[in-house]
């Protein structure tokens, strides 16, 4: 009878609390790439000011609502701008900041490219010139042999 | 070709350069807000004078006016206030309060001891219209226009400057139009 009873009871008990430990998990991600508008270089879920407090409250609330993530987001960059995404959006005003540091990498490994083809260009030339030069020792040692 | 490899790096020095240097008197915490030129979020809150009646978006359709948002824990706000009850007795533009995440009497209180330069006062207790109008640095002040159009947001106090170059000329502007 007991074992029954305290079966029953994990029953009720287990779904629900599996059910908030999802939330939890979602939200936490969820705050963890949104910025607190605050003390600017927190996010949502570090800071302690108080409109992250509400905005944490409205985000739940939202996701209890059945929000999707991409529609919690889109509700806020509406109030808040681009610049509570920790990741900023592609469009073609972050063009540069997102294809500029591929851009610069290309650009170096051309530069480096070329440098490093005429540096073996110009010791090729040394390895000639050295060989003259050796030439030339062994004509200048034939001509004191002499 | 050697005139580029020093000229090349050099300009791209130079662009970093201005860009740093142009950043040096930008404010990190202006964040431009994605309401400009869109309609102001519709609220109905209550009257910190009148806590029966309700003031809607809807009531303020037809004319300019603007919104600025206080609170009496806010400490940069006492800074901004004396233009506000200057610009009230210049009678130019209705100025509505909203009380922003404060109890009703520290708020009429504040505006007991400070000046009430609004035409109106509203509350917004748990801050709910306050992320509706993105804000997050009380005090901010929008320009409004008659359609129910924001048209500019001061974040941060209000200076004479401020509003002698940009808000009054918008507002008449607006008022015109």
């Known amino acids: 009878m007991k074992l029954a009873l305290v079966a029953l009871l994990a029953l009720l008990v287990t779904p629900s609390a599996w ?97 490093i083809r005429r540096r073996s260009r110009a010791t090729g030339d040394a390895a000639t010139l050295t060989e003259s030069s050796t030439t030339a020792v062994a004509r200048a040692r034939v001509l004191l042999d002499e | 070709m050697k005139m580029l490899r020093w000229s090349l790096p050099l300009a791209i020095f130079l662009v970093i350069l201005g860009f740093l240097f142009v950043g040096l008197f930008r404010d990190p915490r202006e964040v431009p807000s994605p309401l400009i030129d869109k309609p102001a979020p519709a609220f109905a809150l209550t009257q910190l004078h009148q806590p029966e009646r309700t003031l809607t978006t809807a009531d303020m359709r037809g004319q300019v006016w603007l919104l600025n948002v206080w609170a009496s824990w806010c400490v940069s706000c006492r800074v901004e206030h004396p233009l506000l009850v200057e610009l009230a007795k210049a009678n130019i533009v209705p100025v509505i309060g909203l009380a922003y995440k404060d109890k009703r009497d520290d708020g009429l209180a504040w505006l007991k001891t400070n000046g009430d330069p609004y035409k109106l006062s509203i509350v917004d207790q748990d801050g709910r219209v306050g992320i509706d109008f993105g804000v997050y640095g009380v005090p901010e002040t929008f320009v409004i226009d008659k359609a129910g159009v924001i048209r500019y947001k001061q974040i941060g106090p209000l200076t004479a400057d401020a509003l002698k170059q940009t808000i009054l000329p918008l507002v008449r502007e607006l008022q015109r139009s």
């Open chain 1, 19 to 115: 059910c908030d430990d999802a939330l939890d998990t979602r939200l936490r991600s969820l705050e963890n790439e949104l910025r607190c508008l605050v003390c600017q270089n927190q996010t949502l879920a570090e800071s302690n000011a108080p409109l992250a407090e509400d905005l944490r409250k409205e985000v739940r609330d939202l996701a209890t609502g059945g929000k999707s993530d991409d529609e919690i987001r889109t509700y806020l960059v509406a109030r808040y701008g681009d610049f509570v995404l920790y990741k900023p959006p592609v469009k073609s005003t972050t063009y540069v900041l997102w294809f500029g540091p591929f851009a610069l990498l290309a650009g170096g490994a051309v530069a480096w490219w070329m440098l």
